[in-house]
């Protein structure tokens, strides 16, 4: 038989622990409020839906699910440094970003009708960005030419705003204009550009500035269908393009025309070579006998030996070259290298 023990604690006892625990609640409850962020938020049209936060901080990337019952949220993170958390819909639809740290607590309000259109109240940077991004939400998410321009602009104006930082981050196309990219970040200046969010950006954005990267094309071995391999030389041809994307149906996505285009009209003068970043058995199912280009993979994709010095930074990417391996265009838009090639 289980047998029960009670203490009696008198009245007087009862209140001096009670003034004994006081401080040390109040305690927990500072460490809770300091060594962490909160966001509470809410959902146009009461949605009830899954929600994706994603941040890097204390170097490590971290990610968490949310839901939103009848269009309310709350999630909490911690960051000892300010970082950029982004919250996203289950599609990968970016509803909200904020630049928070610990100590901070944030209102969102999502507004899903409108691009980039959240309100967000929590501290300054992130009041300002919110208002930034709803004003240009149009030329943010249209063509790189137009965004790169809209962000220049505004690190032109605000070179001691961390938000000219934040924009160069997230809306800034790197990829299409890196020198262009590496003069802007250089002139905001050194208090708006807080190393722990612009360390690997900076890290990504000399490899693709580098001499190295940027210097002259060089023979590299890549695997074809099988087991079989051949070596890329520039001068094999006048002119050479490197495509480097991943597999996808070539017939009748927006690279494939273009590049069908090229091979009819340059059949004698150009190399098209399209790197693979899928794994071998993908090429099998993606390289049709009527291709007009060569499909292959080099080991280790963009970081493998041969191509890793090129500082491939997305996909898809173009590099053309001429018989020497000088680089005549490195960048995002095939119709660019199209109208290179064709001027060549």
Known sequence: MRRFHYTIVSTGARRALSLLCLPLLLLVAACTDTEQFRVNGTIDGNATMNLRVTYYADGAYRQLITAAREGKFEFFGR???PTLVDIYDYDNHLLARLYAANGETFEVAVDRSRKLGAEISGNEVSERLARVYRDSADVFTADAVRANAAVASYVAAHPSDVVSTLLMLTVFDASAAPLYADSLMASIDHDARPTAI?????FLLQRLVSEEATGA???FRYAMRGDSTAFFRPED???SLLVFDRSGDYRSDSVAPAL???ARRHAKSLTILELDQEP???LVSVQPDTLRWTIARVPGGVAGQGIGRLGIPSEPYFIV?????SQLYRGPHISVAERIINSH
């Open 79 to 81: 960051s000892s440094h």
């Open 198 to 202: 612009v360390e690997g950006y900076n």
């Open 217 to 219: 094309v060089t023979p």
């Open 237 to 239: 041809r006048p002119l």
């Open 260 to 262: 069908n285009r090229l």
């Open 280 to 282: 071998y058995g993908s």
């Open 321 to 325: 070259c001429d018989s020497i391996g």
